[in-house]
């Protein structure tokens, strides 16, 4: 059976479970014929078949970032695809690979970013998550701290909470000033009071 005809729109199911296993099938399998044939099928004239395939790739990338790794370059296209599954996909699927190919991700930021700024709320998230991801590596850190202070000074409130939250691990002795100081000018802007708390908790962890 071909790929496409594993996808859950080719099988007639609403839901994601064959999308899943086909991609546990591909990463277990190191199936590289699968992976060019998923990413051909992006361009197929069927929306269903296109979202199927992008949902593939970023669970195959989950499990074994070296099977799309070398598709970054079609991933950074699709960051300003009409389709918005396809634009969010193609951010999740950057986010897959960023922890073991972090150069790649580093080259294509400028691109990332903007597509974070004009992009869905799924998108901007996981261009926060994949900033983060690089503030760990140290050739990489201080560039990728300040586009993430960028994003969180102008991330919608809703989401400020977790993004702060999620960037916890890479704040440091040199980049927790400007943390602190760009949380402080968002707390007025949060209404709901669940949300400015959590805030304030990370804000009081690292104004001790």
Not at 65 to 94: C, D, S
Not at 96 to 112: D, F, G, H, M, S
Request: charged share 25%.
């Amino acid at each position: 059976m071909s790929i496409i005809a594993q996808l859950a729109s080719s099988l007639g199911r609403r839901d994601e479970v064959p999308n899943q296993e086909l991609a546990k099938k591909v990463a277990e399998n190191n199936d590289e014929g699968a992976v060019q044939e998923l990413i051909e099928s992006l361009q197929h004239k069927s929306t269903a078949i296109q979202n199927d395939c992008i949902k593939v790739l970023y669970e195959v990338g989950e499990q074994k970032p070296v099977l799309i790794a070398g598709y970054a370059p079609t991933f950074v296209e699709l960051l300003n695809h009409k389709n918005n599954r396809l634009q969010w996909g193609a951010m999740t699927a950057l986010y897959a690979i960023v922890k073991e190919y972090p150069k790649t991700i580093q080259e294509n930021l400028v691109k990332i970013v903007a597509a974070a700024d004009s992009g869905s709320v799924i998108t901007k998230d996981y261009a926060v998550k994949i900033l983060i991801s690089l503030c760990a590596f140290k050739v990489y850190a201080d560039d990728a701290f300040a586009l993430l202070n960028e994003q969180l000074l102008s991330s919608p409130t809703n989401q400020l909470p977790m993004d702060a939250e999620l960037a916890i691990p890479v704040i440091n002795d040199d980049n927790k000033g400007i943390f602190v100081k760009t949380l402080m000018s968002r707390l007025d802007d949060i209404e709901k009071d669940t949300k400015r708390k959590r805030v304030e908790k990370v804000i009081a962890k690292f104004s001790k």
